[in-house]
């Protein structure tokens, strides 16, 4: 086993939420599911999010400067799995999905909660970009978390 594979086996033991990323920029909207999210700090409020180097929705968040962490609930694996795909292109994954523009970043229906956010830093992490993102806004929906375990959408 190669030791990128035998890290991400190991790691899959911490149960994480799922999130999808979005942001709006010049071309529309775009995003992207991940599970690499946290917050930072109370005060100020700042969340970090990491961002796979390929990904199409980093370029989007450079531009726009802007991005929602948009809480996934059980129920929404198909969700997860749209904004997932490196297959679907961005207009391909919204229009899998009703959301709003709200605080000039896009929010799903459905989201067990939401921050908007201001882009305050991008810093290198091997093949992830680590966004740094200072909350203006945030929501909460109603439900149960949505979890992943061990390679699996889980639910508490």
């Excluded at 890290?7 to 990323?21: K, M, P, Y």
């Amino acid at each position: 086993m190669d030791d990128g594979r035998r890290f991400r086996d190991t790691i899959g033991h911490f149960a994480t939420g799922v999130c999808v990323v979005t942001a709006v920029g010049s071309d529309g909207p775009a995003g992207l599911t991940t599970n690499a999210m946290s917050s930072l700090s109370l005060d100020p409020p700042l969340v970090l999010v990491c961002f796979d180097n390929a990904s199409r929705t980093l370029p989007v968040v450079r531009e726009a400067e802007r991005f929602a962490v948009n809480v996934l609930a059980v129920g929404q694996e198909e969700l997860a799995a749209t904004f997932a795909s490196k297959d679907l292109m961005p207009a391909e994954k919204f229009a899998a999905v009703t959301h709003s523009v709200d605080h000039g970043v896009p929010v799903l229906d459905g989201a067990l909660a939401w921050l908007a956010c201001d882009l305050r830093a991008l810093h290198p992490g091997g093949d992830h970009t680590i966004g740094v993102g200072a909350v203006t806004q945030m929501g909460e929906g109603s439900g149960a978390p949505l979890v992943f375990y061990r390679g699996e959408y889980r639910s508490l």
